[in-house]
């Protein structure tokens, strides 16, 4: 450590004498809100969150029966208990399984990124990834929550229907991953709402604005933050996780 040290030591009066920054005025919240919602408003920043967001949602539409289905129908060990008995909880804590079963989702998100880099501006840097990444973000509670709503809506699986086991069972849940896969191919269909990269310049200069769809751009985006919020908050309480909205039969 002391070598390593020694070794960087120069840098100090390097960076304290040679490195100049210019002077710059600091910028209010106020300001950083008003050129957000202008970014907002552009075509190219609301037609890319849209893109994002529902895209995002028929991706990570999933359904309820997987795990009791692993842990009462097929009866197999969860495969992170496997691993760790062979190779040690540490490399799968490290996040090797991580990786390897979530190169899909990051590949989707970085393609879907690839345009980021074209829409920032000056001094935006940081907001307009931030909004891009929590877009993407806010979509999978969402979709989870869809997720149980239509799941019971339709099929009404349960740990205690999948216990039975019986051919109703198997059928509905056939049904539900069918419906798992055809929502990921849905989510290929917003692919128009994505520019090519080198196209999103011209849509950003030439695509105009709309006060109106940036309004319902953040609308969207609020009504899905509080539904998250709400319908998973309400699946914990033994009052409120009957109702429909948290998944289950109502009253």
Same mark, same amino acid.
Not at 101 to 129: C, D, K, R
Not at 178 to 199: H, I, K, N
């Given at each position: 450590?002391?070598?390593?040290?020694?070794?960087?030591?120069?840098?100090?009066?390097?960076?304290?004498?040679?490195?100049?920054?210019?002077?710059?005025?600091?910028?209010?919240?106020?300001?950083?809100?008003?050129?957000?919602?202008?970014?907002?408003?552009?075509?190219?920043?609301?037609?890319?969150?849209?893109?994002?967001?529902?895209?995002?949602?028929?991706?990570?539409?999933?359904?309820?029966?997987?795990?009791?289905?692993?842990?009462?129908?097929?009866?197999?060990?969860?495969?992170?208990?496997?691993?760790?008995?062979?190779? =040690?909880?540490?490399?799968? +804590?490290? !996040?090797? &399984?991580? #990786? @390897?079963?979530?190169?899909? %989702?990051?590949?989707?998100?970085?393609?879907?990124?690839?345009?980021?880099?074209?829409?920032?501006?000056? =001094?935006?840097?940081?907001? +307009?990834? !931030?909004? &891009?990444? #929590? @877009?993407?973000?806010?979509? %999978?509670?969402?979709?989870?929550?869809?997720?149980?709503?239509?799941?019971?809506?339709?099929?009404?699986?349960?740990?205690?229907?999948?216990?039975?086991?019986?051919?109703?069972?198997?059928?509905?849940?056939?049904?539900?991953?069918?419906?798992?896969?055809?929502?990921?191919?849905?989510?290929?269909?917003?692919?128009?709402?994505?520019?090519?990269?080198?196209?999103?310049?011209?849509?950003?200069?030439?695509?105009?604005?709309?006060?109106?769809?940036?309004?319902?751009?953040?609308?969207?985006?609020?009504?899905?933050?509080?539904?998250?919020?709400?319908?998973?908050?309400?699946?914990?309480?033994?009052?409120?996780?009957?109702?429909?909205?948290?998944?289950?039969?109502?009253?």
């Amino acid at each position: 450590m002391l070598v390593l040290a020694a070794c960087t030591a120069p840098i100090i009066p390097v960076a304290w004498f040679y490195i100049e920054e210019s002077l710059k005025l600091p910028v209010t919240c106020l300001k950083c809100v008003n050129d957000l919602w202008y970014a907002m408003r552009a075509r190219a920043v609301y037609q890319i969150v849209l893109y994002t967001f529902f895209s995002s949602i028929f991706a990570n539409f999933s359904y309820t029966a997987g795990s009791p289905i692993q842990l009462y129908m097929v009866r197999v060990t969860p495969i992170n208990n496997t691993i760790s008995d062979v190779i =040690g909880n540490a490399v799968v +804590m490290g !996040g090797a &399984l991580v #990786i @390897v079963v979530g190169v899909a %989702s990051g590949i989707n998100f970085l393609i879907g990124a690839f345009v980021t880099v074209e829409l920032i501006g000056e =001094g935006h840097e940081g907001a +307009m990834y !931030g909004l &891009l990444a #929590i @877009v993407a973000i806010l979509s %999978s509670p969402f979709a989870a929550t869809l997720t149980k709503v239509v799941d019971n809506w339709l099929w009404g699986l349960s740990n205690e229907r999948v216990q039975v086991d019986d051919y109703t069972v198997r059928r509905d849940v056939t049904e539900a991953v069918l419906l798992m896969y055809g929502m990921s191919v849905v989510s290929w269909l917003f692919l128009f709402l994505l520019p090519r990269q080198m196209e999103t310049q011209d849509l950003k200069h030439d695509g105009g604005s709309s006060t109106l769809f940036g309004m319902l751009t953040v609308g969207n985006l609020f009504v899905a933050l509080i539904w998250s919020i709400t319908t998973n908050i309400m699946g914990i309480f033994a009052t409120t996780n009957f109702l429909v909205v948290a998944g289950e039969n109502g009253c």
